[in-house]
Structures are given as structure tokens and as C-alpha cells.
């Protein structure tokens, strides 16, 4: 059995209640919920979380709560793989075979489902333990600098000063929408970053939303997608 699973507390800092802020029309954990039940691939979808509210929108929008999430695994420095080994765990223990189990997180409002039906296939087809959708940096890494206190400017890498920039090795970093992986590789407490394949997604679909300016930027980003799609 595949299930999705989405991790959702109810503490969120830098946004506080962004997982169930109103973004274009709902609250912004129901555009995950439905590309995953739009997606087609999975036999559950449920929410992971320690909040009443957000489990009650979650149901209201076709997900699932079988469970709340213990305080030990809702706090601010909490990883991701134990809270999804934790939601892997209770599902068996309900009595479902769960294999694979996709986290997917709560505001991920550009997540594509054929992204997510692309890397069901990749981790079937190659046998992998975890698949996640990744993008190119906009700018070669190895021409970041960084800024003195007299705000001069320096190089990281100094040797690739004068090296043209389509002579360094193109380089990526997570997407932060997705982990599509196998159970038993969740529960192993393996690092899906390092562990898992990449699958590469266009950057204008990467939006990690921490600040009012990410909020407003992935506002755009799915009017523009409606739009395309509505021409």
C-alpha cells in the first residue's frame, strides 16, 4: 500500500498558522491534500498532526487523521523522518501494509501532480529508497560570495574568480515539496537527501515559504499557472 502523509503542526513561527492560512480560496494545507488525491497513486492520504483544527480541515477536505501526533514530535527542531517513521508505524499498526509512504509538505501550493506520479514510477522502476524533486541553482555555487563588515566583496571559492560560469558543473538543492520513499527506509531512520534520487523540476515551481515575500511570490506563481492553464 502506498499512502501519502502530511506532516502539519500547529506551531508554526515564522507564519503562525500557515498551514491552514487562507491561500487563493482555502486554506493552504488542502492544496497539498488534493494533489495528492488528484495524483491517483495512493491508497491513503492522511495528515500528521498535534493540531484539533488542522486535523478537522484536513478531513474536511478528503484526508485522513487516524491519529494525532504526540507533543515529543511537534516542536520547532523536529526532523521530518521521524515524524513520517512515526505515522508509518501507526498505520501498521491499524493494520494497513503500508510499502511506500510519500511526505508531502503542507504548503507546497506549486506542487505538480504529475511530479508526484513521476517519482512513484522512478522509485518502482529503479528500486529506490527515496525519490524527491529537486532544482538547479539559479547562480554556479561556486561563485557565491559573501559580504565583509566594510562591505567588500569576497569569494567562497577564489579559484573560480575568473572561470566562466558555464564552465562550472551545474549543482542543485531540494525542492522542499516531497519525499516519495520506501517504508522500511523511513523507519530505518535513513537521511533522504543522501539516500534518495533527484528528480529535476523547473525553478519557477520552487517556492519555500517561510516569509510574508515567499507567500506572496508563490501567490503569483499559482496565478500564473491558472492562467496558463485557463488560456
Known sequence: ???????????SKRIPRKNILPFRGKPMIVWSISAAL??????????????????????????????????????????????????????????????HACCIYPCAPTLAIAD??????????????????????AHPVQR??????????????????????QDLEKTFHDAGQFYFGKAEAWLAGLRMHTAGLGLPIPAW????????DDWMRAELVVDALATTRAA
Not at 1 to 11: E, N, V
Not at 116 to 124: D, G, I, P, V
Request: proline share 6%; with cysteine.
Open 38 to 99: 488528484e495524483s491517483g497513486i495512493f491508497e491513503r492520504v492522511l495528515v500528521s498532526t498535534d493540531d484539533e483544527e488542522i486535523a478537522h480541515i484536513a478531513r474536511d477536505a478528503g484526508a485522513r487523521t487516524p491519529f494525532m501526533r504526540p507533543a515529543k514530535l511537534a516542536d520547532d527542531i523536529t526532523p521530518t523522518v521521524p515524524v513520517i517513521a512515526h505515522a508509518v508505524n501507526a498505520c501498521r499498526e491499524l493494520g494497513w501494509d503500508v510499502s
Open 205 to 212: 515551481r520552487v517556492v519555500d515559504i517561510d516569509t510574508p
Open 116 to 137: 508526484l506520479r513521476r517519482a512513484s514510477q522512478m522509485c518502482m522502476e529503479r528500486d529506490a529508497d527515496f525519490v524527491y524533486p529537486v532544482t538547479e541553482y
Open 144 to 165: 557565491a560570495m559573501h559580504r565583509t563588515a566594510r562591505g567588500t566583496m569576497q569569494f567562497l571559492q577564489p579559484e573560480h574568480e575568473l572561470t566562466r560560469t
Open 1 to 11: 500500500m502506498k499512502i501519502a502523509i502530511i506532516p502539519a503542526r500547529g506551531g
